[in-house]
T-cell receptor
């Protein structure tokens, strides 16, 4: 069965600094990987998706993620954090259903 | 229209009440889902409908009763809930090709008193 592991339940970065949220996957077949963002009291919004077309995937709000098969990773990055990026981020993989990681709360420090 | 719409946004109900949550999408997606999300946790799958037929029930108590009247609508009927059922209930749809990901609604915040 496929799974994803998010390293760090909380990440704090200063406004303007690099954002790095880590996700590692476990899959015996090429995975379909996703990052979702959830703002307080909101549903989940798709940030970006990897579907094997390109290893570097660009998403909304300036986020991107790189699929690295050798490291079984799909880390999410953004060059410069903004206060509005404070939210919960979920990495996910699709098997016969979508499987979420435990989530990472991103805090932005002024 | 690329949205999943859920109503109501907030619901407070007593343990003896009967209420329904509604979900609607007009993207032509033939798979629809109900998720339950507790605070600080990822969403947990409850039910999956595929082509208006219930295909997955993740051992959800019978006080939750899903219904799919047509390809655009998904309901979740609630009866005799417990306070521990208080959570954010999310609806999602999928176009049937996993590479597209799921589209989620904004959720219904349910409080059982």
């Amino acid at each position: 069965a496929q799974s994803v592991t998010q390293l760090g339940s909380h990440v704090s970065v200063s406004e303007g600094a690099l954002v790095l949220l880590r996700c590692n996957y476990s899959s015996s077949v090429p995975p379909y990987l996703f990052w979702y963002v959830q703002y307080p009291n909101q549903g989940l919004q798709l940030l970006l998706k990897y579907t094997s077309a390109a290893t570097l995937v660009k998403g909304i709000n300036g986020f991107e993620a790189e699929f690295k098969k050798s490291e079984t990773s799909f880390h999410l990055t953004k060059p410069s954090a903004h206060m509005s990026d404070a939210a919960e981020y979920f990495c996910a993989v699709i098997d016969d259903k979508i499987i979420f990681g435990k989530g990472t709360r991103l805090h932005i420090l002024p | 229209d690329t949205e999943v719409t859920q109503t109501p946004k907030h619901l407070v109900m007593g343990m003896t009440n009967k209420k329904s949550l509604k979900c609607e999408q007009h993207m032509g997606h033939r798979a629809m889902y109900w998720y339950k999300q507790k605070a600080k946790k990822p969403p947990e799958l409850m039910f999956v409908y595929s082509y208006e037929k219930l295909s997955i029930n993740e051992s959800v108590p019978s006080r939750f009763s899903p219904e799919c009247p047509n390809s655009s609508l998904l309901n979740l009927h609630l009866h005799a809930l417990q306070p521990e059922d208080s959570a954010l209930y999310l609806c999602a749809s999928n176009g049937g090709r996993n590479r597209g990901g799921y589209t989620f609604g904004s959720g219904t915040r349910l409080t059982v008193v």
